[in-house]
Each structure stands twice: as structure tokens, then as C-alpha cells.
């Protein structure tokens, strides 16, 4: 069986959505011929945990280094003040790293403060291939300092290397950069790491094309792979249903996924109809960080019909998408086209009617394309009107997906998204050996 250095700085026991992209692909990929060595960080202070995913990958190795970046160092000074060896930790470690993160990393790391990790990590990679061998070099990002981990250990190797990217290194929400210097070093190494992998992997064809323009490389260089579902992951669970009209959004909060507008919404349609705050609950399920969504609820009048559950684990979550009769899928109003969020694919999956509060592009292709839902854009006029609508067709028993829950689905299956991965990992050691043959000829 051939093997992989699969490098993912964000990875169990974090719990956060891109880690299910790396934990599936490392459950799957032994079916299909492929060995998957993990290279992540230790232990990080991180705001969702999910023990849970590490269940799925039993028996494969995962190399872990120790880093100086910002979220290691908290969980290590949190570990001393749990342990008593520190006092002054517990009023003044808090505050350093937000401040860390708010004001001065984007000064001094770029593209991230993950460089930190950077180094130790590559020592541990080269000890293994010192030791043991592999056959590729796979990095996914964010963040994307995983790719300049990649890039050097490809020059110091020799091997191929793929690069997978959830996110666009330049995109203007993402791209956290204080000056017009930091923000041309900045693209310089999203084009060197472009420029130089063997392959380019994306979760959508919007950030597909977008990376491709920074190369000269053949099109037949990038490929999309988008995220996907398991189907394991909805087998035996018990949806947490309630008999009210339930719309439940999955996921993280935040000052860009901001659900202020919805609620807005949500506001007009009680409004409009007295019946709508009597029987509606709207369940956030997930964690919620740089806003006050109480205050946000409490503004528009809603604290009676709105449940903040906060962040669960996997499995949980996918109970709460089950129990839901309209599920809520809220993508940045200035979001670039490519940005599709991965929990799109379970709603898909759910076999649930979806509401997308969203601008044109790859997500609302999605819901669309497989007759799951419908799309709005943000205006809460539309949101209300919709919601209305929902509301009668929850009244008659008639609000639900109209097609089979599973059809169509088949390519976004994990599995099946793990299988084109691993053609693609064979597709790179062929072109290296040939390359090696031909190079052998020519001397």
C-alpha cells in the first residue's frame, strides 16, 4: 500500500467543519490503495471539540508536533493553570491571545500565525521520511501557512505534492492584512505555492478558476473536489424533533455568518402573522463568537421562540438537522462566488427542505441543482415573505423535498469524493515516474 504525508494543522480532537473534510478523507482512503501518515499539531486551546471523529480513524498513524503559535501556547499556559503552576495565567492569558490574534499576528505572520508551527512540524515530517518513506505530500488549508509546509518539503524531497484548498488564500474576507506590503507577500506565496504543487485541489469551481489565474499552469493542473456527506454519519440517529414549526441553522456564528438579516425577517413575519410566534422555534446550533447574538435576538423581539444550543458534537448535530422542518443556510452577502460551506452537504443530505439566505453563486447552484430548498438573498422582506409561505406549507403537512432523499447525491458521498482523491494521488506518482524514466533516458 502506498503511502501519504497528510498534513492538516486542523484536525481531531478540534471539532471545527473543515477538520470532517481531513478525518473522512483519512478514514476512506486505505480502500483505494492509499496508507494516510497525519502530521498535525498537539493539543491546541480551540473553541469546539469533538472527540468523536478520532473513532473514525482508529489505527491510523498521526504524527504530532509541538508549535509556538498562538492557539498551542494557550493550551499549554491553560495546562499550568490548571496545574497550579502559575496564578498570574488565569487574569492576564485570556486577553494576551485575543489581543495577539486582534492586533499584532497579522503584522508578523503571514499568511498566518500557524507559521509557527511551521518549523517543528517540518522537523517531525523529516524525521519521517528520514525513517520510514512516503510516496506524496498532501497539505490542506486553512490556514494556509500548510501549504508553505508543503512547498518545503517538496523542494527538500523531491516528491509530489498535492495542495488542497476550503478556502481562497486572497479572498478579501480571509485575507487579514494591515498594509499594501504585507498584502503583495502575502499573494506572492499563495502564487508560489500555486506555481509550484504538483496539483491543485478546491472545494468549488469558482475557487478553481480564481487559483488558476495565478499560474500559467494547465487547467489539468486543478481539480475540484467538493465536500461532501457520510452516509454512516445519519445511520441510527434519533432526530430531536419538536411539534412546533422548527427551523434550525447548524454551524458557526460570526461577524461574517451574521444572522442578523434572517432575523430581521423572522421579526416581519411574526408581524405580519400573530400565528408565526406562536407556533415558530428557531434553533442556532453551533458555536457563536464575535457578536452578541442574545442582544441580537433580544433587539428584535424573539427570546420566546429562539433556542441557542451552542456547539455539539457531530452526531448531535445531525439529530438536530433531522428533527428540523426548514433547515437555514446563511452564505456572506459579499462572499466570493466559490464559498460554500461544508454543512451545505448534510442539509442536502438531511433529506429536509432548505431556506438559503444567500448571494448568487456555488451554494445556491447547489440547493437548486438538487431541488432541495429555495434561495433568497438577503432582504428581509423576501426572508419574511418566504417564511410566511414555509409556514402554511408546515400548517398542511405539505412543507418537504419534493425528490427522493438520496438521488443525485451519489458523487458527494465521502467515499466516493475519497475514491477521485486517491486517482488523483496515483495520477501524480505516474507523472513522476514517467518523468524519472524519461529524465533516466535522455543522460
Keep these: 500500500m502506498k503511502k501519504v504525508l497528510f498534513v492538516a494543522y486542523y484536525f481531531p480532537p478540534m471539532g471545527m467543519g473543515g477538520v470532517q473534510r481531513a478525518v473522512k478523507f483519512v478514514k476512506y482512503l486505505p480502500e483505494f490503495g492509499w ?19 478520532l473513532s473514525e480513524i482508529k489505527g491510523r498513524k498521526i504524527l504530532r508536533s509541538e508549535s509556538l503559535d498562538p492557539l ?19 487574569c492576564w492569558m485570556p486577553t ?11 503584522w508578523f505572520f503571514l499568511p498566518d500565525s500557524k507559521l509557527l508551527w511551521i518549523p517543528r512540524a517540518f522537523f517531525l515530517a523529516q524525521r519521517y521520511l528520514r525513517s520510514h518513506g512516503v510516496d506524496l505530500i498532501f497539505t490542506t488549508s ?14 527538500r524531497s523531491g516528491l509530489p505534492w498535492i495542495a488542497d484548498f476550503r ?24 502564487r508560489r505555492v500555486v506555481k509550484t504543487a504538483d496539483k491543485i485541489v478546491t ?8 487559483l488558476a489565474a495565478l499560474s500559467d499552469k494547465s487547467r489539468e493542473d486543478f481539480e475540484t473536489l467538493f465536500n461532501g456527506f457520510d452516509k454512516a454519519d445519519f445511520q441510527s440517529v434519533l432526530p430531536r424533533s419538536l411539534e412546533k414549526f422548527t427551523i434550525t441553522y447548524c454551524g458557526t456564528l460570526s461577524p461574517i455568518l451574521n444572522p442578523d438579516v434572517f432575523l430581521r425577517g423572522v ?46 458534537s457531530h452526531r448531535e448535530s445531525i439529530a438536530y438537522l433531522l428533527g428540523a422542518d426548514l433547515l437555514l443556510l446563511l452564505i456572506p452577502e459579499d462572499a466570493g462566488e466559490g464559498m460554500v460551506t461544508g454543512k451545505l452537504f448534510e442539509y442536502l443530505a438531511s433529506g429536509k427542505p432548505i431556506l438559503a439566505v444567500a448571494p448568487k453563486g456555488e451554494a445556491e447552484r447547489f440547493v437548486i441543482k438538487y431541488g432541495r430548498g429555495i434561495v433568497v438573498p438577503h432582504d428581509a422582506n423576501r426572508i419574511a415573505a418566504q417564511l410566511l409561505r414555509s409556514f402554511e406549507l408546515w400548517k398542511r403537512g405539505d412543507l418537504k423535498v419534493t425528490v427522493p432523499r438520496w438521488k443525485g447525491l451519489e458523487p458527494l458521498e465521502r467515499r466516493s469524493q475519497t475514491k477521485n482523491l486517491a486517482s488523483l494521488f496515483d495520477e501524480a506518482i505516474q507523472k513522476r515516474s514517467a518523468k524519472m524514466e524519461k529524465d533516466g533516458l535522455r543522460k
Design 35 to 53: 496508507e494516510p501518515v497525519v502530521l498535525t499539531v498537539k493539543d491546541v486551546r480551540y473553541y469546539a471539540s469533538d472527540g468523536s471523529f
Design 72 to 90: 498551542r501556547m494557550a493550551f499549554r499556559l491553560s495546562n499550568m493553570r490548571k496545574n497550579g503552576t502559575t496564578e498570574r495565567s488565569d
Design 96 to 106: 494576551f491571545w485575543q489581543r495577539m490574534f486582534a492586533n499584532f499576528s497579522p
Design 142 to 155: 486553512p490556514p494556509h501557512s500548510a501549504h508553505l509546509l508543503g512547498l518545503w518539503l517538496k523542494q
Design 167 to 190: 478556502d481562497n488564500w486572497q479572498s478579501v474576507s480571509y485575507e487579514n492584512v494591515p498594509t499594501a506590503v504585507h498584502r503583495m507577500v502575502n499573494r506572492g506565496m499563495a
Design 203 to 210: 472545494v468549488s469551481r469558482p475557487l478553481t478558476e480564481e
Design 267 to 312: 421579526n416581519q413575519a411574526v408581524q405580519a402573522d400573530p400565528n408565526v410566534k406562536v407556533s415558530l422555534h428557531v434553533r442556532f446550533v453551533g458555536s457563536v463568537y464575535g457578536m452578541d447574538l442574545n442582544a441580537m435576538v433580544t433587539h428584535y423581539g424573539l427570546n420566546a421562540m429562539v433556542e441557542q444550543v451552542g456547539y455539539v
